[in-house]
């Protein structure tokens, strides 16, 4: 349980980074803006033009009666609407991490800075192309396992009373679990770490990984949510990924007390033991 609260707290401080730092803050949200005008473009095109591209897909019912024809066509043009809206959904953190990779890594790095005791931050010696290539190969990956998860889920979904109480739970469980690792790869991917790596590192503290994630996916499922909490939760992640790694990082850096981020506060070694500077 104290794993599952210090999980929240990362999240918490991300957030609280990032309303301490405005002009870094409005630079992380660029991304979201962009997937989401991207995914709104998508989703008001298919709205347009969706029972066209269903008429257009069924050429068998041409000849069908009314109001059969209208029925079928109108269920499948909700479902392929619905359809992509969730796809949108599960998509948008990979897709917005992508776009942002410059952003979020520039980002992460002023994070790390900031709490490190040095003043310092692990850097890339990777050219963008390579990291763009990296980062969308693992998000693939990423996918791939979390639609797996979701056949299974949805397979159980239609057990008795299992299926409508304990499987949404898992579910929740299992969407913070991968939203965790698509946000600590920003800041994990920069130290080098392989996505077995961290899939391993994140098992290794799932209850801080699910205090973390869970939360933020279900604040994600608001409309518009996801765009305005990137940032902190790019920070929080950042900050989440120094313990996973035993790090050290200056205690009260996310707090808003004013302290120099190299000179003042304390430090806490991974043991969780204070050492003054």
Known sequence: MRDLGAGFGHL????RWVARHG???GFGLVPGLITLVLYVGVLVALALWGEDAVAWATPFADDWSSPWLGL???FLTAVLFALTLLLAVLTFTAVTLLVGQPFYEALSERVDRDVSPDGTAPESDLPLWRELWISGRDSLRILVRAAVWGVLLFALGFVPVVGQTVVPVIGFFVTGFFLTEEL???ALQRRGVELRD???LLRSRKTLVWGFGTPLGLAFLVPFVAVFLMPGAVAGATLLAREL????TREGATEPSGEDPVSGGALTDPAGRDRRL
């Open 198 to 200: 961290r899939l391993a």
């Open 23 to 25: 002009k870094s803050y």
């Open 245 to 248: 790694l035993g790090e050290e």
């Open 12 to 15: 918490l401080k991300g957030q």
């Open 184 to 186: 600590t790869a920003v």
């Open 72 to 74: 079928f066509r109108g």
